[in-house]
């Protein structure tokens, strides 16, 4: 696995699987993703697919981890994401993907065994800002196109017990593959004041 550093990321990152081509300078991840990759089990048929590259880091504690996410948009799903990762079976991400009536949009997919997959609000143009925040047991997702005011987009809670890897991830599940920018990372160890507000 391919060890990264993202400056003011406070552990070292690595790719499981690695993508086609990525680059992490001066605070920006830029990755290339190959043809029909995606992290999905579905509910219909129980279908697994895992072949989305994920960059992640073990973090300790409540944090806030967001970053401005630009997707060069080209087939339904292209996405930029952040994600939460236990295993195969559990997880849980926070995508920028475009929608098959082509509007961008931001989703969320919360995987307890098979996949609970929430359309939230369609963005205007292929940049939005993204944050994944823990709060204990919990977590929440919020979603800005300002960065400056958050949506909270889900709050939930994966299983009592266990202790998410978090990181980024890029897919291109029916598509020939994307583009995808991490610019603005930004890593805040502490809990959020209030999950509704985003503050």
Same mark, same amino acid.
């Given at each position: 696995?391919?060890?990264?550093?993202?400056?003011?990321?406070?552990?070292?990152?690595?790719?499981?699987?690695?993508?086609?081509?990525?680059?992490?300078?001066?605070?920006?991840?830029? +990755?290339?993703?190959?043809?029909?990759?995606?992290?999905?089990?579905?509910? !219909?048929?129980?279908?697994?697919?895992?072949?989305?590259?994920?960059?992640? =880091?073990?973090?300790?504690?409540?944090?806030?981890?967001?970053?401005?996410?630009? #997707? =060069?948009? %080209?087939?339904?799903?292209?996405? !930029?994401?952040?994600?939460?990762?236990?295993?195969?079976?559990?997880?849980?991400?926070?995508?920028?993907?475009?929608?098959?009536?082509?509007?961008?949009? #931001?989703?969320?997919?919360?995987?307890? !065994?098979?996949?609970?997959?929430? &359309?939230?609000?369609?963005?205007? !143009? &292929?940049? +939005?800002?993204?944050?994944?925040?823990?709060?204990?047991?919990?977590?929440?997702?919020?979603?800005?196109?300002? =960065? %400056?005011?958050?949506?909270?987009?889900?709050?939930?809670?994966?299983?009592?017990?266990?202790?998410? /890897?978090?990181?980024?991830?890029?897919?291109?599940?029916?598509?020939?593959?994307?583009? +995808? /920018?991490?610019?603005?990372?930004?890593?805040?160890?502490?809990?959020?004041?209030?999950?509704?507000?985003? =503050?």
């Amino acid at each position: 696995m391919d060890r990264v550093e993202i400056a003011g990321f406070p552990a070292p990152i690595e790719w499981d699987p690695a993508p086609v081509a990525w680059s992490a300078a001066e605070g920006v991840l830029a +990755v290339e993703v190959g043809p029909k990759t995606d992290v999905f089990v579905d509910p !219909g048929d129980d279908t697994e697919t895992l072949s989305g590259p994920r960059l992640l =880091a073990s973090v300790d504690g409540d944090y806030s981890l967001s970053a401005r996410v630009t #997707v =060069a948009f %080209q087939s339904d799903y292209d996405a !930029g994401v952040l994600l939460l990762w236990v295993h195969a079976r559990l997880w849980a991400k926070l995508c920028f993907e475009l929608s098959p009536q082509r509007e961008p949009m #931001v989703v969320s997919v919360v995987t307890r !065994g098979v996949s609970d997959d929430c &359309n939230s609000f369609v963005v205007d !143009g &292929n940049v +939005v800002s993204l944050r994944v925040a823990r709060l204990g047991p919990a977590f929440a997702f919020h979603a800005s196109t300002d =960065a %400056q005011t958050w949506r909270l987009v889900r709050y939930f809670a994966l299983e009592q017990g266990v202790d998410p /890897r978090v990181g980024f991830l890029a897919q291109s599940p029916r598509g020939d593959g994307c583009s +995808v /920018r991490f610019e603005e990372i930004t890593f805040r160890p502490g809990r959020l004041g209030d999950i509704r507000s985003g =503050a």
